[in-house]
């Protein structure tokens, strides 16, 4: 008997690049403050809420009891704006190769699938790339109290899919988002590198390497 029933997926970095994007539009925000960060350093914010990414910068370069609230809404919202500029024109073409294919492959096969991305912009990024009707589900962020790591947005996800843990594979470019999925009790695709992506049960290169099998011999 077939087991795989659900996959989830990570949106940033995993459906397309927009990773890059929240990262220069924090490293904007960061040289405002005179904080530097480097790419090393973002692999600490890869999958980490809006929020909790501008206290880890601020705490990074020592200024986190320099601002208060309202300020720290003001600088998050500045990088908001920033980024939602950087992607205004996201298009078809901009999801990351092989995707489509997979999405195509996994509904023919009669598998459930569903967003679990820490991003107030995911349904605004699915619908310009075109694809949200390819998902049945994507968890609302919004509703979402704890960041990953915890476990909380994939737990989210299962309950939607209405799927036990064990039936599903989440996928993931992100360390943080590598240990909410498997804190889940839910096998995980990493995608990038495996000296990141320590507890991933596969890592891939890229999601062109994204193959049903692989998942199926997950579960
Ligand atoms: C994803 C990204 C993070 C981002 C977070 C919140 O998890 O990987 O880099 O900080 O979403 O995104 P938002 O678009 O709501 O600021
Ligand atoms: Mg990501």
Known sequence: ????????????????????????????LAERLDI????????????VSRMDSLDRILEYGDRL???NATEKNEMADWKNELYKEMIVDIKPSD????????????????????VASASKNAEVILQSLGIR?????????????????????????????DLP??????????AAGVDSIKDAG????????????????VVLAGTDELRLETLKSLV
Request: proline letters at 3%; hydrophobic letters at 45%; one cysteine or more.
């Open 186 to 201: 839910i096998r995980a695709i990493g995608i990038g590198d495996a000296t990141v992506l320590r507890r991933a049960d």
């Open 65 to 67: 009891a320099d601002f």
């Open 165 to 174: 843990a064990d039936v599903c594979v989440g996928v993931e470019d992100a």
């Open 95 to 114: 999801i990351l190769p092989g995707m489509e294919a997979f999405l195509d492959e996994l509904k023919q096969a009669g598998i459930r699938t569903a």
């Open 133 to 161: 009707e390819q998902f049945d589900f994507v968890v609302d962020a919004a509703k979402i109290e704890k960041s990953k790591p915890d476990p909380e947005i994939f737990l989210k996800a299962l309950e939607l899919l």
């Open 36 to 47: 530097k960060i480097d790419r090393v350093f973002n692999e600490e914010l890869k999958g």
């Open 1 to 28: 008997m077939e087991k795989l029933e659900g996959v989830i997926f990570d949106l940033d970095g995993v459906i397309t690049d927009t990773a890059e994007y929240h990262y220069r539009a924090w490293k904007k």
